[in-house]
């Protein structure tokens, strides 16, 4: 069996306030200054405990961004509004995944855990199959200090959880609402269960249009990312080959992200062998995220479109501010 390897994103400074009502009781009885100082020294402890307690929050996302099946596109919904200079805003994309089978510009922030399932129906080639895929992954870093790091780990045959590759983002962000990233999909895949010849290297540079405001306040509403890539962005499937399409797609990937509501973006996308569209989605106030879509719109490659669905979650996080 082909495995399709699908590409599938505000922190708080931990405040601790201390106090200086712990003394040693001189008697046995509780007098009206000691029971003042008591409630007092309670409502400092719950006040602390608040401020701990949102300092440990979920993700805003992507793929990211992130992937993982395409990681970054859980990773790549991180994004922040940040002060340039003086009161202008410099808006990033919204928390919305923005491309289901491409990589963008733009990766996480901050420090997090994350997992999720993709799959796609039918499968290239195939009688009507099916095909799943898991990951999950280790974000951490500060894009705009320095840079931001995920790693990603696949399973493309769910049903015996075997077939593992690895996925590495790195990003960096830039002025006027840009970022950069480079990363590989399928490192140490197995040959026998891709479609791509041998692992895939990629470089995209991302941007949010900054007259584009989000529904969401300090967001862009609208992004686009290009780059290009070796792999699956380059070479297409052995079935192609035996079909007559050709051995070599574009190597260039594009993908370009519209907000029609809050919280839901309409993407479009190019991904080196063919075309694809997708809705990005996050439905709740927690930082679920889903991209559902469909592929191989074009003859270029494959034997017909596919539906394509990704979903992922950040199991844990603490979250930096980009500054």
């Known amino acids: 069996m082909i495995k399709k390897q699908i590409l599938t994103d505000v922190g708080q400074h931990d405040e601790w306030l201390g106090s200086g009502y712990f003394n040693s009781f001189p ?89 999720g399932i993709g799959g796609t129906y039918p499968e290239l080639y195939t009688d009507n199959k099916a095909d799943l895929i898991l990951f999950g992954g280790l974000s951490f870093g500060d894009p705009a200090k320095i840079v931001n790091v995920a790693i990603g780990v696949n399973v493309t045959d769910v049903h015996r959880f075997s077939d593992f590759s690895a996925n590495l983002n790195i990003s960096r962000q830039l002025p006027r609402g840009s970022s950069i990233s480079i990363g590989t999909y399928q490192l140490l895949s197995n040959p026998n269960q891709t479609d791509s010849e041998g692992n895939t290297f990629y470089f995209a540079f991302g941007h949010a249009v900054q007259w584009a405001r989000s529904k969401t306040p300090g967001l862009s509403a609208l992004s686009y990312s290009i780059g290009f890539g070796t792999g699956r962005f380059l070479y297409k499937s052995p079935n192609d ?22 919280h839901v973006n309409l993407n479009a996308e190019w991904y080196g062998t063919n075309m694809g569209v997708s809705a990005g989605i996050r439905p709740f106030k927690n930082p679920l995220s889903i991209c559902v879509g469909v592929d191989n719109l074009t003859k270029y490659s494959g034997d017909k479109p596919s539906m394509v669905f990704t979903i992922g979650y950040p199991l844990s996080v603490k979250r930096s501010t980009a500054k």
């Open 27 to 115: 008697g046995k009885k509780f007098s009206n200054t000691i029971k003042l100082r008591l409630l007092k020294c309670r409502a400092i402890f719950i006040l602390g405990l608040t401020c701990f307690c949102s300092s440990v929050v979920f993700a805003q996302d992507t793929f990211e961004h992130s992937m993982a099946l395409k990681f970054d596109s859980l990773l790549n919904s991180q994004s922040t509004a940040k002060h340039a200079s003086g009161s202008e805003i410099v808006l990033y994309p919204d928390d919305a995944p923005s491309s289901l089978m491409s990589p963008t510009g733009f990766g996480g922030s901050g420090t997090y855990i994350y997992g």
């Open 241 to 262: 080959v035996d079909a007559g399409k050709g051995k070599y797609g574009t190597a260039v990937f594009c993908n370009v992200s519209y907000e029609i509501i809050r």
